[in-house]
């Protein structure tokens, strides 16, 4: 997993899936009254990842309305501080971790405790709570088990390949909008 964090390849990748995202929303009117969307993207700065400056968003062009549309994301896990692909392996691999690996987490990202505890905290606790996942398990052969989150996504999907992560990155894209992050956010 420590690979994937260092390949810039998946980084540029996710990018694009994000861009094709933004396009796909964008061509879309407003939901709430049919105006057209204009780009008012966010400024982003995410810890243990590229240097994406920017989420995608969108502000509806009528005076009155004005509402906001933000694109769902595979850079970005919510309002996270830190990309989403970090708070994914970098959870996951907090189980049974090696020697080498928290060594590994130490060095190359300095995340404080209490931080990995929420983490934690969110994946077994609101995570598994949520209306998004109680939908979205039935979709997996096997039982997962709760408090192996997100380790039990990373194996269902061969999330320690760069295809399985964008595949698990897509899968949980829905979270990171508005609509869906009720009850899921942290």
Same mark, same amino acid.
């Given at each position: 997993?420590?690979?994937? #964090?260092r /390949?810039?390849r998946l980084?540029?990748?996710l990018?694009?899936? /994000?861009? /094709?995202f933004a396009d *796909?929303?964008q061509?879309?009117?407003? *939901?709430?009254c049919g105006?057209?969307?204009h780009?008012?993207d966010y400024s982003?700065?995410p810890?243990g990842? =590229?240097?994406?400056?920017?989420r995608?968003s969108?502000?509806?062009?009528?005076d009155?309305?004005?509402?906001?549309?933000?694109?769902?994301?595979?850079r970005? #896990?919510?309002?996270?501080?830190?990309?989403g692909m970090?708070?994914v392996?970098v959870?996951a691999? #907090?189980?049974g =971790?090696?020697d080498?690996?928290?060594?590994?987490?130490r *060095?190359e990202l =300095?995340? /404080?405790?209490?931080?990995?505890?929420?983490?934690?905290?969110w994946?077994?606790?609101?995570?598994?709570?949520?209306?998004?996942w109680k939908? &979205?398990?039935?979709?997996?052969?096997?039982?997962?088990?709760q408090a192996?989150?997100p380790?039990?996504?990373v *194996?269902?999907? &061969?999330?320690h390949?760069?295809? &399985?992560?964008v595949?698990?990155m897509k899968?949980?894209?829905p979270?990171t909008?508005?609509?869906c992050? =009720?009850?899921?956010?942290m």
């Open positions: 997993m420590e690979k994937l #964090l /390949d810039g980084y540029v990748f990018e694009q899936i /994000d861009k /094709d *796909e929303v061509s879309r009117r407003c *939901e709430h105006g057209v969307l780009r008012g982003r700065k810890r990842g =590229p240097s994406w400056d920017r995608y969108f502000c509806c062009s009528r009155g309305c004005r509402k906001r549309t933000t694109p769902p994301s595979v970005f #896990l919510g309002r996270k501080v830190y990309a970090v708070v392996l959870s691999m #907090l189980h =971790p090696s080498r690996r928290l060594q590994w987490l *060095e =300095p995340i /404080d405790r209490r931080t990995l505890k929420r983490w934690r905290e994946w077994t606790g609101i995570f598994v709570q949520s209306a998004f939908a &979205g398990r039935g979709r997996f052969a096997r039982l997962m088990i192996l989150m380790l039990e996504l *194996e269902a999907f &061969g999330a390949q760069m295809e &399985g992560l595949k698990l899968f949980l894209s979270i909008t508005a609509t992050r =009720p009850g899921v956010g």
